[in-house]
């Protein structure tokens, strides 16, 4: 059977563990030479295909792409850049395929989150109405954790983790200052609580820090908030908050909209924390501090769950194998069989079921006030932190890898777009 070539690409926001799937891609794929040339990645994700400019992951040596594994970021570079539909941009699509055939890739992986396998769908589509032979294989990564059918998506075991053990950390600083009445930390989930709902998991129960939690699946109410507020100092003497970025209120207008939209058309968030503290400062006056978790939680690879980086690599790995096997328009999801042990094995969707759909917190997992998790939630969520992968240290700090990323020689004309 005749050699192809295979293209890999890292799309949307980076994780903690997206670099553990591009080593689990990138180790396989170096594993099946009987039926792998090159291994190609996208410089800036897809743009890197469209502006053909493919890195030669072969310039790297085996000890680089292993330390993939352990380091934060995306090795490849990501993008923000939604492909509009096949009629609207054909001429993207069209060169898409194009520089495949100029590098004969016959395998397309395209590591990302909704909108990512949406793209991925539709490449599967075009090049199928060019007569281009391709196998095209998403893999999933989101910290949001709202990807469908998949049970976790790699990415969010470690915002999870991080954003658990700030919670716990902040809430025994805060217990330390009398004087500091309040704390909110702001977690990224524009319509989604899942990374909110993981700060529950730093309390065994409501007496302990988090005290609220605020979910976008939750209209926000002032009053009510107040109200919770102000009970949980008189009782427990401080009040520490979880916050995710996306909380909106009763008519759909996200708390904290800027008014700006990114690449993707998502509303622009700009900053939900110092709006709730100037609520609280406004209404009950009490001394207050806020965070906003931003990047931090996200590419906190120091702190990763062992869990995570296991299922993202095993994603990167049964990408490799599908794409290899024939199979086309789907991905590797993660299937759980058991909470306790908990137990996963890998299985697969297709890539139309994912794509563009975003899957919820359920209302199973919020308590019955709004402002917490339940007990079912909690044993969703606390195998996903388990486990400890820390990088090797130098000199006190993680020591990562930056790979040589040379591009190979371009074919064709400059993309125009």
């Given at each position: 059977m005749k050699k192809r070539n295979l293209f890999y690409a890292q799309s949307g926001g980076v994780t903690a563990v997206i670099n553990a799937t591009a080593c689990g891609v990138i180790e396989t794929a170096r594993a099946r030479r009987d039926r792998i040339g090159k291994m190609y990645a996208g410089r800036m994700g897809i743009v890197g295909a469209l502006r053909e400019e493919l890195i030669d992951t072969g310039k790297d040596s085996a000890k680089a792409i292993a330390a993939l594994r352990h380091t934060p970021g995306g090795a490849f570079g990501s993008v923000r850049y939604k492909l509009k539909g096949i009629e609207e941009s054909r001429a993207e699509y069209e060169r898409l395929v194009e520089v495949f055939r100029a590098h004969d890739i016959g395998y397309f992986i395209y590591n990302g989150g909704g909108d990512s396998m949406d793209t991925a769908n539709k490449i599967a589509q075009v090049a199928h109405?060019?007569?281009?032979?391709?196998?095209?294989?998403?893999?999933?990564?989101t910290v949001d954790n709202d990807l469908p059918i998949t049970d976790t998506c790699p990415g969010f075991g470690s915002v999870a983790k991080y954003v658990a053990v700030s919670t716990l950390e902040a809430g025994i600083d805060v217990g330390s200052m009398p004087q500091t009445k309040v704390f909110i930390l702001e977690v990224m989930g524009r319509h989604a609580g899942w990374i909110a709902a993981a700060g529950g998991l730093a309390g065994k129960d409501r007496s302990e820090p988090p005290h609220i939690?605020?979910?976008?699946?939750?209209?926000?109410?002032?009053a009510r908030f107040i109200a919770k507020v102000k009970e949980s100092v008189e009782r427990y003497d401080s009040c520490v908050i979880v916050a995710s970025e996306g909380?909106?209120?009763?008519?759909?207008?996200?708390?904290?909209e800027s008014g700006t939209r990114d690449a993707f058309g998502?509303?622009?968030?700009?900053?939900?924390?110092?709006?709730?503290?100037?609520?609280?400062?406004?209404k009950l006056g009490y001394k207050f501090h806020w965070a906003v978790a931003d990047y931090l939680q996200r590419s906190a690879r120091h702190i990763a769950s062992a869990v995570d980086v296991e299922q993202a690599y095993a994603m990167g790995k049964a990408a490799v194998e599908m794409a290899l096997a024939g199979v086309h328009g789907k991905l590797p999801v993660i299937v759980r069989t058991s909470d306790q042990p908990y137990r996963w094995k890998v299985g697969e969707a297709p890539l139309a079921k994912v794509a563009n759909v975003e899957k919820k917190l359920p209302k199973k997992y919020i308590t019955s006030d709004g402002f917490h998790i339940t007990n079912?939630?909690?044993r969703y969520l606390a195998p996903l932190i388990k486990g400890e992968d820390y990088p090797p240290y130098k000199d006190g700090l993680?020591?990562?890898?930056?790979l040589k990323n040379e591009l190979a020689k371009k074919k064709l004309p400059a993309w125009e777009g």
């Open positions: 109405n060019m007569d281009y032979e391709i196998t095209c294989v998403g893999v999933p990564k939690i605020l979910f976008p699946e939750v209209p926000f109410d002032d909380i909106r209120r009763a008519d759909g207008r996200f708390v904290a998502h509303a622009q968030l700009g900053g939900v924390a110092p709006q709730l503290a100037e609520l609280i400062r406004g079912a939630c909690r993680p020591m990562y890898v930056k």
